[in-house]
């Protein structure tokens, strides 16, 4: 069976999971994109021919042709359009966030949880990169002992101008706050935002550091600098009792010249996280046709909004944020 897909949003994301879809996916088609601006759309109908263009995101939800839908939009409009992919019973990859606030997460909970099936994936890609799935399986095997604390940090070249303080949460650190409880496998209890020193080159409180407290003990510390200028740089490290397991440095070659050593750093997450979208892509639509969903659920979605705004909180207060989930609902356990 080909899994016929259809996008949401031709913007930057829209168009790089349209040309991996297209290139580097099996048993997938692009068979419909919708974006405001026509203009968008026409560029992704040229990359993937079989793709009709639709300005109304509800029009390609409706359509009979979809097995599937992938939502690329800005994000304020993630919560509504997953709801109405769950209306119409179509299976739904969603770029983070699930929803920006926490009773939007709640609705499409409970809207799955009344299906009564996982219908709903949202794209916290990293759990598909080879590194921190490496990390985990080596956690895993216990010979490095237990996880103490993992370091992590995570560098963007330029904010955009509309970039706020509270964002480099809800936006950045979000993949952090997700990838710590996938490869710890444990929940967040307390989120503490600590502010240094800002940036001349930003007008916001740039760089955060971000400490969560996880319910194994685990301590886990994030930098995150959106305007870091020298390239995307995204690092982890855990501490174990027997040793240490760390992310390495994902270039392709050294070089050595002069009496120094140099490698290039990518500009954007596009790049560096290439091998997990693609990874991410195959498998929903394996997914789909299997009928057995991988990767960030709903609740996974819902839990990475709920941390950051309780992180947002701490931001503002400058105390620790203490998180309260809702229970955990049977599908998602
Ligand atoms: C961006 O929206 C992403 O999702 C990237 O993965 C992240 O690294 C970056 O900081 C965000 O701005």
Not at 59 to 70: G, K, M, T, Y
Not at 202 to 223: H, K, R, T, W
Not at 259 to 274: K, T
Request: aromatic share 6%.
């Amino acid at each position: 069976m080909t899994v016929k897909v259809g996008l949401i949003g031709a913007g930057v994301m829209g168009s790089d999971h349209a040309q991996i879809l297209s290139s580097a996916v099996s048993g997938v088609e692009l068979v419909a994109v919708s974006d405001p601006d026509a203009a968008r759309a026409t560029k992704i109908v040229e990359m993937c021919p079989a793709a009709r263009a639709f300005t109304d995101p509800l029009d390609l939800i409706r359509d009979s042709r979809l097995d599937a839908v992938l939502v690329a939009s800005p994000d304020e409009s993630h919560g509504a359009l997953v709801l109405a992919c769950l209306e119409a019973g179509k299976p739904v990859l969603c770029e983070k966030p699930l929803a920006t606030s926490v009773e939007g997460c709640l609705k499409i909970l409970a809207k799955e949880r009344a299906l009564g099936r996982r219908l709903v994936s949202v794209g916290y890609m990293r759990r598909f990169d080879p590194g921190y799935v490496e990390m985990k399986r080596r956690l895993q095997t216990g010979d490095m002992g237990a996880a103490l604390i993992m370091h992590c940090i995570h560098r963007n070249v330029a904010a955009s101008p509309s970039a706020t303080a509270p964002m480099l949460i809800t936006n950045s650190a979000v993949h952090e706050i997700d990838i710590a409880r996938f490869v710890l496998d444990a929940e967040i209890e307390r989120i503490t935002l600590v502010t240094p020193r800002k940036t001349a080159l930003s007008g916001i409180q740039d760089p955060q550091i971000m400490l969560l407290a996880m319910d194994n003990g685990v301590v886990v510390d994030a930098e995150i600098f959106i305007n870091a200028q020298y390239g995307y740089d995204v690092r982890a490290e855990l501490v174990c009792e027997q040793g240490t397991i760390t992310l390495t440095p994902p270039h392709d070659v050294t070089t050595t010249r002069a009496a120094s050593q140099a490698f290039a750093f990518p500009s954007d997450w596009r790049p560096r996280f290439a091998a997990a979208y693609r990874a991410e892509l195959q498998a929903w639509t394996q997914g789909i046709r299997g009928g057995v969903m991988t990767g960030a659920s709903a609740w996974d979605g819902y839990v990475a909004t709920a941390v950051a705004a309780a992180g947002v909180e701490s931001l503002a207060s400058g105390r620790p944020a203490k998180v309260t989930l809702e229970p955990r609902p049977a599908l998602y356990q």
